[in-house]
């Protein structure tokens, strides 16, 4: 096992700012607006909230320097995910269906 090279992360921190962020998202899930735009609230802190697990308790913000297969590795998925959704539209119905505006 490699050892680590830099400074450790508050983890502490983090693991309460993550608490935060959820606090959040359950006091947003009560206010009173269009569904798909609470919709488009909550997935981006989840977003957020994925990217702060991954960097940090997964370690990958210390393994960019290491090689550009981590950018294969993040982005290969949201790649798929944007096929895999733009090939469903013409079985889920109309693209304006799905925006939140």
């Known amino acids: 096992m490699a050892e680590f090279e ?10 309460v700012l993550l608490g935060v962020l959820t ?3 359950v006091w947003a899930a009560n206010w009173d607006l269009e569904k798909k735009t609470l919709v488009v609230i909550l997935v981006a802190f989840a977003l ?6 991954a960097l ?3 370690h990958l913000r210390f ?6 297969i981590l ?5 290969a998925p949201f790649i798929l ?4 959704a733009f090939g469903l ?5 109309k693209f304006t269906d799905f925006l939140p505006f």
């Open 6 to 15: 830099g400074k450790h992360p508050n983890y502490w921190f983090l693991f």
């Open 23 to 25: 606090g959040v998202e």
């Open 48 to 53: 957020v909230k994925a990217g702060m697990v």
């Open 56 to 58: 940090y308790f997964m």
């Open 63 to 68: 393994e960019w320097a290491k090689g550009k």
């Open 71 to 75: 950018y294969v590795i993040v982005g």
């Open 81 to 84: 995910v944007l096929v895999f």
């Open 89 to 93: 539209l013409p079985d889920v119905g």
